[in-house]
């Protein structure tokens, strides 16, 4: 098991950008496959961005393409997710999930993911 911990969300502008980490522990995030979710008022859970390491796969929701993009540092045992250009319906609580190295069968597909942060509100408004 590995531990999740979501920061860097906040208030932001239409057009400003925002990097949300999640930190690990317990356990290295080497070992694991990550994804970013977003969970809207009112909305379900819906994959932002994922990765499958060991085949190279990579989800990535078309409302996101060009503006959003996932990296790690693994010296820092943490995932970050760069987001540029925000726009109001990008506002949600996101989250940051993570599944055991090469157990995915497909990336951003909730179910698969064991291990789930609390949680970081990113809210853009003027």
């Known amino acids: 098991q590995v531990q999740l911990v979501e920061s860097g969300g906040g208030l932001v502008q239409p057009g400003d950008s925002l990097t949300l980490s999640c930190a690990a522990s317990r356990n290295s995030l080497e070992y694991y496959d990550v994804g970013w979710f977003r969970q809207a008022p009112g909305k379900e859970r819906e994959g932002v961005t994922c990765t499958s390491i060991n085949d190279g796969r990579t989800y990535t929701d078309d409302s996101v393409k060009g503006r959003f993009t996932m990296s790690r540092d693994n010296a820092k045992n943490t995932v970050y997710l760069r987001m540029n250009s925000l726009k109001p319906e990008d506002t949600a609580v996101y989250y940051c999930?993570?599944?055991?190295?090469?157990?995915?069968?497909?990336?951003?597909?909730?179910?698969?993911?064991?291990?789930w942060g609390q949680g970081t509100q990113v809210t853009v408004s003027s």
């Open positions: 999930a993570a599944a055991v190295l090469g157990a995915l069968a497909t990336p951003c597909e909730e179910d698969e993911y064991e291990n």
